[in-house]
């Protein structure tokens, strides 16, 4: 899966290999289109892996109607989460579709996972989990939404790059035994690339985070791999296993050579 990500998390690859049609999809696409479409993105993804419905597996909880196309909250709930490794998450008319790729790691509780995405278009998300035992299942949501990647930042660049890689975890409540929620907020601002300066009136170049590690003590919670559909100033929230000790570790990398990192100290779990 890694070299796939790394292929396919690359920019307008994707989108160059998907048909015209595909490209320029239209809110009326029939059930019928968009299946076909998800078929072609399916196969330059998971090439030669059957993808069955998932069930219970894995859900996508969206709005029906996105209130702002740039800041579209996503919601992935695994009730299967022990037998979950990966997961894709795909939104299937965006320039480049593949919006984010989880590993889970033996520190992550991936029962639920929240995240914002920009919604370029009328569009099937996808969200596909790869199991432990070599599967994968999907589960899809229709949103309705437009112009999310080329929604201005409302700002300039440069007061929108200030402070980037900033990053704040916010801990909920520590039990013993009970996995903790967390919040990760990362200042950045995520440039698409379809973006216009509104003062040069040029598009500003996609400046984006590739790559996001977050580590409790010596154990991995997960890795993110991202692209463009991932909105401006990214919050992911998540839950891990408070086993053992140490420090939480995040680490951020983005297209341009950008490298942040830091560590949070963490509560015991109070009896």
């Known amino acids: 899966m890694t070299r796939q990500t790394t292929a396919l998390l690359s920019g307008l690859a994707l989108a160059g290999a998907i048909s015209s049609g595909a490209a320029n999809a239209a809110a009326g696409d029939s059930d019928a289109q968009r299946a076909e479409r998800w078929g072609e993105i399916k196969q330059q993804i998971f090439p030669g892996q059957t993808i069955q419905p998932g069930g219970t597996a894995v859900k996508i909880e969206a709005p029906k109607r996105a209130e702002d196309a740039s800041l579209v909250p996503i919601t992935l709930t695994m009730p299967d989460k022990d037998k979950i490794a990966e997961l894709s998450l795909i939104i299937d008319d965006n320039p480049t579709p593949y919006a984010a790729h989880f590993v889970f790691g033996p520190a992550a509780d991936p029962g639920e996972l929240k995240l914002r995405v920009r919604v370029n278009n009328y569009t099937d998300v996808h969200a596909v989990a790869k199991m432990k035992d070599g599967s994968f299942v999907e589960s899809t949501e229709y949103v309705k939404a437009s112009g999310g990647c080329s929604a201005p930042m409302g700002m300039s660049d440069e007061e929108a790059m200030q402070g980037m890689g900033d990053m704040r975890v916010k801990f909920g409540e520590t039990q013993p035994g009970k996995p903790v929620p967390a919040t990760l907020m ?68 983005d297209n341009q050579g950008g490298h942040w990192e830091n560590s949070f100290p963490v509560r015991a779990a109070s009896n």
């Open 186 to 253: 990362i200042r950045h601002p995520n440039f698409s690339g379809m973006q216009m300066n509104q003062v040069s009136r040029d598009y500003t170049p996609a400046r984006y985070i590739q790559k996001i590690t977050v580590s409790y003590g010596d154990k991995s919670v997960f890795t993110m791999d991202g692209d463009i559909s991932i909105s401006s100033n990214p919050v992911i929230n998540f839950a891990y296993l408070p086993e053992g000790s140490g420090p939480m570790k995040v680490t951020a990398s």
